[in-house]
């Protein structure tokens, strides 16, 4: 990785994609294994069967509702939409769409295989920027946090996923175990604020596979200097103590940061966003938590390390917060449970890595699954079709195993491609955006699985000097930023189709049937 670059009078870092490239080639109740009281796990459970965790909620409810709810869209030829004049209205929204129904401000839940707000469909057409808070945290960028979300609003992209950890680095959010700064948690508070003041939900990351921004090779440095005897960065997922220090993290982070006090977890009770005055578990700007990006865990290739870690930590999530959504941030290779289906990696290596989709994603507690695609890192750097072939199947794949194995929806929740690339062309990136967005667009029509993407990712302009290679300035790509639009509009009809059926009469009616017979451009 290049030296860093500079923000202000100090370092930021940039974060790879991907950190590190794929070019190598019957269990127990998991209650045994976890650190959990009675009343977490009581907790724990009724929400993952579907309710809000209340008593009166759970009698309600059967272990089968928790998958039932499949929504029939029918068979529309939704991909013939290409008309954006067919919506009028500014581009600061789905003007046209969202005036079908006033939707209030809920939180994201899952029924079944889908997302949804007040019973409605919502299919995600979103983005990574992953340095927001560390960026809000210095008054001099602050202003470009306010930027990306503008802009990201105004091609109607919903969902935007960023780091809500720095560990230990530069401009930490943790300095160490349990130990915050306040400064970095109000720039945490002015990003939720921003997020919902351009109506984007904010999926949050808690930790870091890598060590950009800290990550586990942070938390392992923090258990050495305590005296702890650990031989890898591995170590984070099986020994004890760190597995103590993560969930202080998470109870720290999700159930009782939100107090503007952070002296002791004990005075940490409830943190209450310092802008919005909202406390962040009762917020529904944050779509979903993430346990961790992109985890892996080569020492250990059967998966048992990294699947008792994925059991403990997201039925301590649920139990710290019922009310949003748990995700794992996993990068989708499937592993030994699954032998018949390693050959839909990109390689051989990719089942060495300690993951193994299927099994990583039946955890009691994770709602809906993630996957990465980085064909250029993980086949080949050179650009060819094969990047293309490879992006359509990887996602047909994961679609038809989480309808089938999972019940639930998955988000791929980083793609793109590098400017960086030999060969790279823009013509190339905007086919490979269109091939994500069509593939989920067939699933959207027969109401499967394929909840949604998330580019990776925005940038707005003068942060060059943070790209990566995937950066994409929508004012300066407008190709791309024709393409995202256009997604946006067709993922908010399907979004709305639902009340469409008590709304017959209404004037919109002809629009959108005349919509969904429209010729190609």
């Avoid at 059967?62 to 030829?77: A, E, L, P, Q, Y």
Wanted: with cysteine; proline share 4%.
């Amino acid at each position: 990785m290049p030296l860093p670059p500079i923000i202000g009078d100090e370092p930021a870092v940039v974060h790879p994609r991907p950190a590190q490239p794929l070019n190598n080639e019957d269990e127990g109740s998991i209650f045994t294994t976890l650190n959990l009281d009675a009343k977490e796990i009581l907790v724990a459970v009724k929400v993952v069967m579907g309710g809000d965790g209340s008593d009166d909620d759970f009698g309600k409810r059967k272990i089968g509702d928790r998958c039932s709810g499949t929504m029939d869209f029918g068979s529309n030829s939704f991909d013939e939409v290409d008309d954006l004049s067919l919506f009028s209205g500014t581009n600061d929204g789905v003007d046209e769409v969202s005036e079908m129904k006033d939707e209030s401000w809920e939180m994201v839940q899952k029924k079944g295989n889908q997302f949804v707000i007040n019973d409605q469909p919502f299919y995600v057409n979103g983005f990574n920027t992953y340095w927001l808070m560390v960026f809000a945290a210095d008054q001099s960028t602050r202003g470009k946090v306010s930027e990306v979300f503008k802009e990201a609003s105004s091609a109607g992209l919903t969902v935007c996923r960023t780091w809500a950890f720095n560990d230990g680095q530069w401009r930490a959010l943790q300095k160490s175990p349990s130990v915050y700064d306040e400064d970095v948690f109000k720039a945490l508070d002015f990003v939720v604020s921003e997020a919902r003041k351009y109506k984007i939900r904010l999926i949050l990351s808690l930790v870091n596979n890598w060590d950009a921004y800290g990550g586990k090779p942070q938390y392992v440095k923090w258990g050495k200097a305590a005296g702890l005897n650990l031989t890898s960065d591995d170590d984070f997922f099986s020994h004890p103590t760190l597995r103590s220090y993560y969930k202080a993290h998470v109870k720290a982070k999700i159930h009782i940061t939100h107090f503007t006090c952070i002296c002791t977890l004990q005075t940490v009770l409830n943190r209450l966003n310092t802008v919005t005055n909202i406390t962040y578990k009762d917020d529904p700007t944050i779509f979903a938590w993430e346990l961790i990006n992109e985890p892996r865990c080569t020492s250990d290739p059967s998966g048992d390390m990294l699947q008792s870690w994925i059991q403990e930590m997201a039925v301590y999530v649920k139990s710290m917060d019922p009310k949003h959504l748990v995700e794992i941030g996993t990068e989708g290779f499937y592993g030994p449970s699954t032998p018949n289906k390693v050959q839909i990696n990109p390689n051989t290596y990719a089942q060495q890595v300690g993951t193994d989709f299927i099994r990583n994603h039946q955890v009691l507690g994770v709602d809906f699954a993630s996957v990465h695609i980085y064909a250029d890192s993980w086949i080949s750097q050179s650009i060819s079709d094969v990047h293309v072939t490879f992006t359509k199947s990887w996602m047909e794949a994961h679609i038809e195993d989480a309808e089938r194995y999972l019940g639930m929806p998955v988000v791929f929740s980083e793609f793109g491609v590098s400017t960086k690339d030999p060969g790279y062309n823009s013509s190339f990136r905007d086919t490979l955006i269109e091939t994500v967005y069509d593939t989920l667009l067939n699933s959207t029509k027969k109401g499967g699985s394929g909840g949604g993407s998330l580019l990776w990712q925005l940038f707005p302009q003068g942060t060059d000097y943070m790209d990566d290679g995937y950066a994409i300035v929508l004012s300066q790509s407008p190709s791309t930023s024709k393409i995202i639009s256009l997604h946006s509009k067709r993922l908010a009809i399907f979004n709305s189709k639902c009340a469409w059926k008590c709304r017959w009469g209404c004037r919109k009616k002809n629009q959108f049937e005349t919509s969904l017979d429209h010729d190609e451009l």
